[in-house]
């Protein structure tokens, strides 16, 4: 049975659509949109998974939903050794911490950011502590990735499946920190990076 990504526009799905790209293994889109003018998940998601959120992976049976939960089975599944660390390594666990770092820290202020931004003057005072926390995030991330091409070890592993979109969903905020700018620069010039976005569709979160 082919694995199916339950693919949304412009949401993390794009990540589970680059790993895939570059494990080389095939796939089926089922793609949803989001509605307009508030850009929530259509309630079809929810036949799929009870939350109703994109990326849902299906394959041989098997349901699986959170994209970092994802990128860790079809590393683990059809990775053949490749994107991530041997296990127990110093690099192992520097791995680990910056594959849940993504979601578990980073995307909180972002996502603060676009919904206080909905809320306008109503939501001033909290807008320099989001700020803040955006800026310490961001630089956390430049000196992780200073002098390197990626975050973990010489080769691609899913903790830059997973912090990328943290680059692209700061958008111009991330114009201060020259290395992630490089970085987002090059991982976008991957070729799998580019079949993705070309078998995905649109993605408004990639910075011009």
Partial sequence: MTIQVHHL????????LWLLEEIG????????????PVP?????????????????????????????AEVEYLIDTYGKGRFKPKAGTDDYWRYIEWIHYAEGSAMLPLLLALYTGMLGDAAAALKPRVDSEIANHLSYMEAGIKGRNFFVGNDLTGADIQLLFVCEAAGARLEPYPELVKYRARMHARPAYKRGIEKGGEYQLMSR
């Fill in 9 to 16: 526009n412009n949401s993390r799905s794009q990540r589970i």
């Fill in 25 to 36: 293994v095939p796939y089926e889109i089922v793609k949803y949109q989001r509605g307009t």
């Fill in 40 to 68: 929530l998940a259509p309630p079809e998601l929810k036949k799929v998974h009870p939350l109703g959120k994109s990326p849902v992976l299906t394959d041989n049976g098997k349901t699986i939903a959170e994209s970092g």
